[in-house]
Nanobody, 130 residues
Framework: QVQLVESGGGLVQAGGSLRLSCAAS????????MGWFRQAPGKEREFVGA????????YYTDSVKGRFTISRDNAKNTVYLQMNSLKPEDTAVYYC???????????????????????WGQGTQVTVSS
């Protein structure tokens, strides 16, 4: 079992920044990829970005490239989502998730799929005002 706890959400004006954290506990050594997703009211949960736990490679959806950055601190078992130049359309509940399957070179394809993840956090609200 892996437990994930997100924090760092809040209300920010357009153009501002927030950093979300996802603290993992439990069988974290079995985790290969950590993903960030978001869900706006009335919409499906969508992929934001992901990071390979060991190698640190990252991948982002096009709408956040150049604005969002994912990083990790292995010693703290924590993954971060730094969000800059926030837009009102970034408003959503943000979730982190853990995938414990090693997809090797296909990790990017798998990382974008919600069904690939074994564990999810409770989510943290991000609201960007215009």
């Amino acid at each position: 079992q892996v437990q994930l706890v997100e924090s760092g959400g809040g209300l920010v004006q357009a153009g501002g920044s927030l950093r979300l954290s996802c603290a993992a506990s439990g069988r974290t050594f079995s985790t290969y990829v950590m993903g960030w997703f978001r869900q706006a009211p009335g919409k499906e949960r969508e992929f934001v970005g992901a990071i390979r736990w060991r190698g640190g490679e990252t991948y982002y959806t096009d709408s956040v490239k150049g604005r969002f950055t994912i990083s990790r601190d292995n010693a703290k078992n924590t993954v971060y989502l730094q969000m800059n130049s926030l837009k009102p359309e970034d408003t959503a509940v943000y979730y982190c998730a853990a995938d414990q399957y090693n997809a090797e070179v296909a990790w990017v394809i798998r990382a974008t799929m919600t069904r690939a993840y074994d564990y999810w956090g409770q989510g943290t609200q991000v609201t960007v005002s215009s």
